[in-house]
């Protein structure tokens, strides 16, 4: 199919896809007020957030795709619980995806699919990700004997079952502290990364602290307008992040290394932390935006999926899937305005940074002749990432997104990156190595528009999934 | 005590793989005056702390040979006069060698113990030296820190490893037949407790960087690296040099305390320890268990015992004395002499001399998936090579399939690889019942019945349906090569590859070649067998080559021996008794019974009555009545899955009566039974050297001893002729053959030896 896709998508006209718009609940530390709702209710918010700031008619909405990392087992198809709830109408279809951090760029990128196959018109993406409560297991052991109890026909069956009941038993499951294929947690992929670019501490600390400050700028300067509130069932209303916390560079250097000790460099306050939050785009065709009335934010353009070795480059993704997806659209760094990177670590920006600098890296690793060149950061996370805002898993991807649109229009840029690598916080982590990026120009005939190129790499194979064309883009450069 | 294990030598030569204690040529040494430039190693001083790397020019490893010790003195000494500098680092420039012993050559070139002695004792001087320095010393070891290496490590202040797959920490000259000899039988017991220092040193064994933070032989462990500004390895020691610099600044202006709180177990222990009683009981236990593996065979072992109980009781001056007093002995021993020549012998057979083939091999088929063709896939996939397994029936199949798995699951249980690795791994074999996939086989291995027929009618099935340039090779324990590529389109690609079961823990190949093999077939089976981390011996053609040759004359004297009415268990005492591992008797059970008469009937009939002794119908009844052997439950003994003592298979028993033969008394004493199983057996091997079937005595001796068992304290056959005597063996010989005919008569080449005691296999 994805090369039935490329095929179709070769063709003279291709459908532009535009994002109308995108919403997010505050993103809060987990454990904080939220602790007591259930994923769900928080993607239901998106949802429902999203609904009332577009106003988009509900029977129009072709088909609803979510995004969740850590799966709530009642519900599993997190997507039709939420959109339900949401209001959406019981005849559109919802399904839920997963992949990693990068769950939502998934649901985003499946939405620019179906539309640009002519299958659907209207989509709702997002995604949710809830770490207050995680599902914590019977061991497996308690698991079986537990089963063959619902089977046991006779008294005898059931008491000699539940004798074989031993301590051990009893010990419970946590979800996967450690990368299944390598057995390695991120936050020490993270620390050994950093050390393998010569990342030091005081270079992630002063990272992180200006990612704490600009996000409180842009909180300040009420620029953070993609929050919609939350009022969490019978309790107060929620309308601002929650872990913004700009402190100094000495409270930062008091912290020890939470992964690789005594040496390492990676603490709590240079990585992102443990996030609950919800987030939610409406993505359309540009036709039928335009004849909804609507204003779009941003085309959607093209994106890339690359993947690497998750032991030693599980967190270099951005520094590969970049300047692939450029070189794809014919344009060089200095033409991007806006980059908005996904924030695992410090340490893992920076070394992405380095990476993109080095021509070593880049003639070694990356079989190109030279370096990848650095993203001014003048450019680069203005306001704020996930390692100041927070990084609830699926629902990051649409919040860079969302944000990449928002800032075009704010500075006036024309295109714009997004990039993030599959990483988790700091302990659910997922499997592989995911890179994702968006790119967005601005188109002025049409008000305010912005197109966002997206790009994902996933997997041993690397997928070029959609590959659309540049015509329409192309032809309004030249107008202005 | 957990911690003395088998000093089973053969297991464990079987299970080393060290690079260390290599043995390179004496190098030419040129000592520069200049401060800047040493050949072994250097120093720079980077921010109060002195850097000494060592980098060994003229090999992949370093030694501790005497010129580096020359240079590390004298850097020693500027160091400590710098008062600028408040503490050092010591770190290996080689990505897979921190320290890897001591240069052997350099206890090759001593005439004496007393010369090997004084050796010791500089070592102690200079290690005791770094541990009374008054600035901190932090090892930062990455690759492997073995012998001296670690005795150079354990007297530095502070201890860094990489979790590098290359770091091993180890003691394993008790495998060389000599003892940590400059300082660690001293050191390590004050540093593990004396339980674990004991494992150490008596097992020799490897130790990965986790169990050695663990046990606290290292304080610290740094995680390798990835590619980053620079390539993995040089981003690894680089990382790792800033870690250690910052250690060492810790160390020095105390923010890092080297004392670690003791826990209770510790603790424990430590109090217990402290009884003289209960430690005189830890000298006798350990004693004992080793007297009960190594038979006494080997002295290395006792002298340990001996040094580090001499270091507790009587202090460490006494104990450092006598460490280096028996170093030197041990040194002089013929048990030191054969262990360190089958090390060169290992590492002269992990070469190919046959030059690098033309193709690669990257598809391998192997025909059979019974114990044997499962073994030979389960040490191919995982090296990468796309594998076919392929039997006639699904159930042979399934077996073989689950046996493959089974020992990457073992691998998973001990966390030698992840689950995840092991399904990756698993990957690479596809079991099959046809032929599908064999056009892109670069190598064929046929491990079928051992039938000349059913081999011919493979070798025609299989040479339709692979390419031209695919290898043919079979897997046969007795049948001549050029009998089985008769059938074969194209003889020059048929070669012999004998494996050994099991396949996954016998480290020996014997690659058999015909006139007709061409130099690219041989070139390209010793690549497979070296990348399936075998030690490869390439022999001549002809009935049971080498291998089994001299193991079938051994054999047939056995079963003379169990007919002449000492038992099976007696056997195996007498055997074991001499060095080899398995006895006699259970050895027959291990290979078969079955292959055993088929072998002893073959080559009886190929060889003549050289090969008589014993009845062959002793064992084809054998056959007759389904003892196969340990696969089939019943062999010489039976076998019961609960009970560990094995017990004599009465029915062999009545058979033996059936076959009774009347003992010659004068050649039936102990010692007489032992050397007429030997002799028959050396003999045999110095044999197949005068017919050119082998190459040379250094294949010979590995082959005897990494395939069959032969006494690892001898050190083969041909070491055994020389250090023992060739004409001893040849007087003895003529006794036997007075009793029973020309199966004792010594072959020319060994008469030649013993007419001219000059006359050396090993110079």
């Known amino acids: 199919t994805i090369y039935f896709l490329s095929k179709t998508l070769a063709k003279p006209n291709v459908k532009n896809i535009v994002l109308v718009d995108g919403v997010r609940t505050p993103f809060l530390l987990s454990g904080t007020s939220y602790s007591d709702l259930m994923p769900h209710d928080l993607g239901r918010g998106a949802l429902q957030g999203l609904l009332n700031r577009t106003g988009v008619p509900k029977e129009i909405v072709d088909h609803i795709i979510y995004g969740i990392v850590i799966q709530e087992v009642k519900t599993s198809n997190v997507a039709r619980e939420a959109a339900l709830g949401a209001g959406f109408s019981d005849k559109t279809p919802a399904h839920t995806v997963t992949m990693a951090c990068i769950s939502s760029n998934q649901a985003m990128t499946s939405a620019v699919g179906l539309i640009a196959a002519g299958q659907c018109d209207v989509v709702v993406a997002g995604g949710v990700e809830f770490m207050s409560d995680v599902p914590i297991r019977h061991s497996r052991k308690m698991r079986k004997t537990m089963l063959s109890l619902n089977k046991a026909k006779t008294l005898g069956q059931r008491l000699s079952l539940l004798g074989s009941i031993r301590m051990g038993h009893l010990m419970p499951e946590l979800p996967a502290v450690a990368e299944f294929s390598t057995a390695e947690s991120m936050g020490h992929s993270a620390d050994r990364l950093a050390a393998a670019f010569g990342v030091t501490r005081v270079e992630q600390d002063e990272y992180a602290l200006r990612s704490h400050r600009l996000a409180k700028k842009a909180q300040d300067e009420g620029l953070l307008s993609d929050i919609i509130s939350f009022q969490v069932p019978g309790k107060n209303i929620i309308s601002a992040d929650n872990g913004i916390r700009p402190t100094s560079m000495e409270q930062m250097g008091k912290l020890k290394p939470a992964f690789v000790k005594p040496h390492g460099t990676v603490t709590a306050a240079n990585s992102s932390f443990l996030t609950d939050g919800a987030s939610a785009v409406l993505i359309m065709s540009e036709e039928k935006a335009l004849a909804l009335g609507y204003k779009p934010k941003a085309y959607l353009r093209d994106f890339v999926y690359v993947s690497q070795d998750p032991k030693d480059q599980l967190l270099l993704g951005p520094t590969y899937a970049t300047p692939k997806v450029l070189e794809k659209s014919g344009l060089t760094m200095e033409d991007i305005d806006v980059f908005e990177f996904h924030e695992a670590f410090a340490g893992q920006i920076v070394a992405n940074l380095k990476a993109m600098d080095s021509d070593w890296f880049a003639q070694n690793c990356m079989g190109r002749k030279s370096k990848v060149g650095v993203p001014p950061m003048e450019k680069f996370n203005t306001w704020g990432g996930s390692l100041s805002l927070g990084h609830p898993f699926a629902a990051t991807g649409c919040r860079l997104v969302t944000t990449v649109a928002h800032r075009l229009q704010k500075e006036g840029g024309q295109y714009g990156v997004v990039a993030a690598c599959a990483a988790g916080g700091q302990v659910f982590l997922p499997k592989y190595t995911y890179a994702q990026l968006a790119r967005a120009d601005t188109e002025y005939s049409r008000g305010a528009t912005v197109q966002v190129f997206l790009v994902h790499s996933f997997g041993l194979f690397s997928v070029h999934v959609l590959c659309m064309k540049m015509t329409m883009c192309k032809s309004v450069q030249k107008h202005f | ?763």
Not at chain 2, 403 to 416: I, R, S
């Open chain 2, 1 to 763: 005590m957990a911690g003395v294990r088998a000093v089973g030598i053969l297991s464990r030569f079987a299970t080393s793989k060290y690079s260390r204690l290599s043995g390179h040529g004496h190098r030419s040494l040129s000592m520069s005056s200049s401060l800047l430039a040493r050949t072994y190693a250097n120093y720079e001083i980077k921010d109060g702390v002195a850097v000494i790397r060592i980098n060994d020019p003229n090999s992949k490893v370093n030694t501790l040979s005497k010129p580096l010790q020359a240079e590390m003195t004298e850097i020693l000494e500027e160091i400590w006069g710098n008062s600028a500098v408040k503490g050092a680092v010591l770190i290996s420039s080689k990505p897979g060698s921190f320290i890897a012993g001591a240069d052997l050559n350099m206890i090759q070139a001593c005439k004496s113990a007393e010369e090997v002695t004084t050796l010791s004792q500089e070592g102690q001087k200079m290690f005791d030296k770094i541990e009374k320095s008054p600035i901190p010393i932090v090892a930062a070891i990455n690759g492997s820190c073995l012998g001296g290496g670690l005795e150079f490590a354990i007297a530095c202040q502070y201890r860094l490893a990489t979790k590098s797959k290359k770091t091993v920490l180890g003691t394993p000259e008790v495998m060389l037949g000599l003892l940590p000899g400059a300082g660690g039988t001293q050191r390590l017991p004050k540093m593990l407790g004396i339980p674990a220092a004991f494992d150490m040193m008596l097992t020799g064994r490897n130790i990965r960087p986790d169990k050695a933070k663990k046990m606290g032989l290292v304080h610290q462990l740094v995680d390798p690296l990835g590619p980053g500004l620079k390539s993995p390895e040089e981003a690894t020691i680089q990382y790792l040099e800033t870690v250690a610099i910052e250690a060492a600044k810790n160390l020095a202006n105390k923010k890092l305390s080297v004392k670690k709180e003791k826990g209770l177990v510790q603790k424990l222990q430590d109090m217990v320890m402290g009884l003289p009683f209960v430690r005189k009981q830890i000298y006798n236990m350990v004693t004992k268990k080793v007297m009960g593996q190594t038979k006494g065979l080997y002295p290395a072992p006792l002298k340990i015992i001996e040094c580090v109980q001499t270091g507790i009781e009587k202090g460490t001056t006494a104990g450092s004395l006598a460490e280096s007093v028996n170093f030197g002995n041990l040194a002089m021993t013929s048990e030191s002499l054969a262990l360190r020549g089958l090390y060169h012998g290992q590492v002269a057979c992990k070469k190919n001399n046959f030059g690098s083939p033309a193709r690669d091999v990257k598809n391998l088929a192997v025909l059979g998936a019974g114990l044997m063709g499962a073994g030979i896939a389960q040490v191919t996939f995982d090296k990468s090579v796309r594998t076919i397994l392929k039997d006639t029936t699904v159930e042979g199949l399934t077996r073989g399939q689950q046996q493959v798995y089974k020992g990457l699951n073992d691998k998973t249980k001990k966390k030698a690889i992840t689950s995840f690795q092991r399904d990756t791994t698993m990957s690479f074999l596809t079991g099959q019942l046809d032929y599908r996939g064999f056009d892109q086989a670069d190598m064929v291995i046929e491990a079928v019945f051992e039938d000349l027929n059913v081999k011919h009618k493979v070798i025609k099935e299989v040479e339709a349906v692979i390419p031209p340039h695919c290898i043919f090779a079979t897997n046969t324990s007795a049948l001549p090569i050029k009998e089985i590529a008769a059938a074969s389109k194209r003889p020059e690609k048929v070669i012999g590859m004998h494996y050994f079961s099991p396949v996954d823990k016998m480290q020996l190949l014997e690659i058999i070649t015909t006139d007709k093999t061409s130099k690219d077939t041989t070139a390209s089976a010793v690549a497979v067998g070296l990348k399936q981390g075998k030690i490869i011996i390439v022999v001549g053609d002809g009935p049971g080559f080498y291998t089994t040759r001299c193991l079938a004359a051994m054999l047939a004297e056995a079963v003379r021996v169990l007919q002449e009415g000492v038992g099976p268990k007696k056997l195996d005492a007498l055997t074991k008794g001499l060095g080899f591992p398995v006895g006699g008797a259970a050895l027959a059970d291990e290979v078969g019974i079955d292959v055993a008469a088929h072998v002893a009937e073959d080559l009886g009939k190929a060889l003549g009555s050289r090969f008589g002794g014993g009845n062959v119908e002793v064992l084809k009844t054998m056959v007759q009545k389904g003892y196969k052997g340990r696969k089939s439950g019943k062999g010489c003994y039976v076998y019961e899955k609960k009970s560990k003592d094995k017990k004599v298979n009465p029915g062999v028993e009545e058979i033996l009566k059936a076959y009774q033969l009347k003992p010659a008394p004068s050649v039936s004493g102990d010692e007489d039974v032992q050397y007429r199983l030997l002799s028959r057996f050396v003999n045999e091997s110095v044999l197949c050297l005068q017919e050119g079937i082998l190459p040379d005595p250094v294949q010979g001796d590995i082959g005897a001893v990494f395939g069959l068992g032969f006494p690892p304290c001898l050190g083969g056959p041909f070491r055994f002729v020389d250090s023992f005597g060739a004409d001893k063996l040849v007087q003895k010989m003529h006794r036997y053959e007075e009793v029973y005919g020309n199966q004792f008569s010594p072959c020319q080449l060994l008469l030649d030896h013993a007419k001219d005691s000059n006359k050396r296999f090993h110079k």
